[in-house]
């Protein structure tokens, strides 16, 4: 595990997207120690809250947007998004 990595609240969406998949990969490949894979399993739900908060707050700001210019409601009106990370259990 590297052990100069970037506070999570300080990582962009993409980057956290990106340093959840290494870790996913890292972890899944089982070739690190088991105290590694604590502190992977513990790095890689940080991550994933961080990059569902980002989502999240995505699709408040468009629902925000979409109220302000009438969107709401119609049915040509965009349906909610759905994310990838709403089946991803850590």
């Known amino acids: 595990m590297q ?6 609240d300080e990582l962009s969406f993409e980057e956290a997207l990106a340093e959840l998949e290494d ?3 890292s972890l899944s ?3 690190i120690t088991l105290k590694d894979s604590v502190e ?3 790095r890689g739900n940080a991550l ?6 980002e989502l999240e707050d995505a699709r408040q700001t468009i629902e925000t947007i979409d109220e302000d ?4 409601g119609r049915d040509d009106a965009p349906s909610r998004p759905t994310s990838d990370f709403d089946d991803i259990v850590f």
Do not use: E, H, N
């Open 40 to 42: 992977g399993y513990k």
């Open 23 to 25: 870790l996913t990969t």
């Open 48 to 53: 994933l809250k961080r990059c569902r908060k």
């Open 3 to 8: 052990k100069s990595l970037k506070p999570v």
């Open 29 to 31: 490949g089982g070739d």
């Open 69 to 72: 210019a009438g969107l709401r």
